[in-house]
Nanobody
Framework: QVRLAESVGGSVQAGGSLRLSCGTSIYSGSSPCMAWFPQIPGKQRGGVAAITGGGTATYYADSVKGRFTVSRDNAKNTLDLQMNSLKPEDTAMYYC??????????????????WGQGTQVTVSS
């Protein structure tokens, strides 16, 4: 069983930074691939970052490369997303997701079974 819960997001001006966290409860002998998906009502978007179970490999969408960093601490059961140089187009509800998928990519939300409740990120210009 997997339970995920994002921390509170926030509002920031363009160029600013935010850090999202996702607390995890995973009852399994292995750690799943985890990812972050921004969602806007009525607009389909892929994920922005993913990290393998051991934290040794990461994936980033082109739109966030060099600005976002995904990390995890399996000992503390946390998944983080450091977001720098934020842009108004980054505004969305951000969800953390988990599943035992390979390859570990944030290319399609349908590949992930377990989801947090979402947290709002708003970037103003």
């Amino acid at each position: 069983q997997v339970r995920l819960a994002e921390s509170v997001g926030g509002s920031v001006q363009a160029g600013g930074s935010l850090r999202l966290s996702c607390g995890t409860s995973i009852y399994s002998g292995s750690s799943p691939c985890m990812a972050w998906f921004p969602q806007i009502p009525g607009k389909q978007r892929g994920g922005v970052a993913a990290i393998t179970g051991g934290g040794t490999a990461t994936y980033y969408a082109d739109s966030v490369k060099g600005r976002f960093t995904v990390s995890r601490d399996n000992a503390k059961n946390t998944l983080d997303l450091q977001m720098n140089s934020l842009k108004p187009e980054d505004t969305a509800m951000y969800y953390c997701a988990a599943d035992w998928v390979a390859p570990c990519l944030a290319d399609a939300a349908g590949r992930f079974t377990y989801w947090g409740q979402g947290t709002q990120v708003t970037v103003s210009s």
